[in-house]
């Protein structure tokens, strides 16, 4: 390529510089532009989020690359040309291990020799990522590429700065995003975060970025598994209050009887077993953020006092007179209908309106296209990480499996079933291979799950079957559903002695919830009054 052919095709990029173009479309450009001056067949731009390095943009690898996570430390290829601080070519047969073994596009099996070179990019003084690209052909880069790149990395760098400079609200987001994540290390836990490039996963984006800043009361709704706590932390982070507490309650998991104490706190001798003076959620989240998962399952005793702190900010602990105000904001999430819960009697209606301000449905899975594969790699990187894999990556037809399923569970389901898998097809060799690979068998989707061997034993008779369920006969909906819980509820009950916990697992429903809704059938019976008098 001549220097007039050169700069010909850098001159649009260049020009694209001070233009407000969208994030991806700035980095598909910069790629494009690099595969036309370089002979290489895969590149890829990744940014330095602390310790590990994110892809931002690829070219020729897999798509599931988008959602991994490299961590500098376990990649000494990457550690080597973040240190470098000139662009540098690896040699053929060089015996560090490549991030990407696996993950080229139209490459069945390992990397073999090739030719690979990179430079790390740097903003405002500081390295901030990479351009990495790699050659199948032996030999394709030579020293007059190098001289090539040191210029192009220079205009990579720019590429980036624009980006983070012009896209305000996405540097906010990353800074938001780097604080909780050292927040995160510091208690051990593993990195979360919303992954996706789906039109629903993107209108998802622009609904958390337009309501994050705000002090509205978020309802979050969606099916089980589908992210809802990640969405409430993304809320959260985008507000005024990201560096004050984010305050977590399951609803569900607990009896009735504590839900108030958790929520608002209690004093010494408030209940027995109160032996100390007791701050409540609401309290603990006092110029933060409070987010109620499973909201829907709150007793009505509690919805009055949770209406009060809403119409008011103002508490008392249980057993106390003293008031306290606090200033929270809140965020709640359920899987259930809420309407339909006002319409059964089971939810205030004056609480609705107040929790549902501002409604927020989170997508299920199966909508969301080839995000699947995104999540499938961020799952697949830590699995590797965690069981100290070399290489892990899913072939064509297990791609197409993923794809392909229908996902009732979400990306809850996703997560245990990539887990799963992984220790499937390890188990198929008798030594730890340099990279492993799972196949749509072991993924398993098209297949049932196995029935315990106490179950396949069993005889049909054991289990009575269901009575048919009862018509409408002229009555409502609501009338009918009621006969069938009751008669469900009532049978499980017989059948397990009154034991809650025993029919609670038969039913498939938690034990507190299998109580709440006994009693509200009028089957519930304490051991008191099922005790026979003398």
Known sequence: MTTTEWLRTLVPLVADLPQDIPEAERYRRLLHTLRTLFPCDAVALLRLDGDALVPLAIDGLSRDTLGRRFKVAEHPRFATLLAAGQPMRFEAHSPLPDPYDGLVEGLRGELDVHDCMGCALSFEGQVCGLLT???????????????????????????????????????????????????????GRPQRELLGHSPAFKQLMREIDLVGPSELTVLITGETGVGKELVAQALHARSPRADQPLVSLNCAALPDTLVESELFGHVRGAFTGAVSERQGKFELADGGTLFLDEVGELPLAAQAKLLRVLQSGQLQRLGSDREHRVDVRLIVATNRDLAAEVRAGRLRADIYHRLSVYPLPVPPLRERGRDVLQLSGF????????????????????????????????????????????????????????????????????????????????????????????????????????????????????????????????????????????????????????????
Request: aromatic share 4%; net charge positive; glycine share 8%.
């Open 133 to 187: 690209l790699d050659s199948l052909q032996r030999g394709s880069f030579t020293d007059a590429h190098l001289t090539v790149l040191q210029a192009f990395g220079s205009l990579a760098s720019a590429t980036v700065g624009a980006a983070l400079r012009i896209n305000r609200l996405a540097a906010l987001a990353r800074h938001e995003h780097q604080r909780a994540e050292s927040y995160r290390r510091a208690a």
């Open 379 to 534: 799952f697949l990187e830590e699995n590797r990480s965690r069981l100290g894999l070399g290489h892990l990556r899913l072939d064509a037809d297990a791609q197409g499996a993923l794809l392909a399923y229908d996902w009732p569970g979400n990306v809850r389901e996703l997560e245990h079933l990539i887990g799963r898998s992984v220790l499937k097809a390890l188990g198929r060799h008798g030594e730890r291979p340099r990279m492993l690979t799972l196949t749509a068998a072991d993924l398993g989707l098209g297949t049932a799950p196995a029935l315990a061997p106490e179950e396949v034993a069993a005889p049909v008779a054991a289990t009575p079957s269901p009575a048919p369920l009862p018509t409408l006969g002229g009555r409502r909906l609501r009338e009918a559903v009621e006969q069938a819980e009751h008669q469900w509820v009532g049978e499980a009950l017989a059948r397990h002695g009154h034991n809650w916990a025993a029919a609670a697992r038969e039913l498939g429903l938690d034990r507190a919830n299998l109580i709440r809704l006994a009693k509200r059938l009028g089957l519930y019976e304490s051991r008191r009054e099922r005790r026979v008098p003398r």
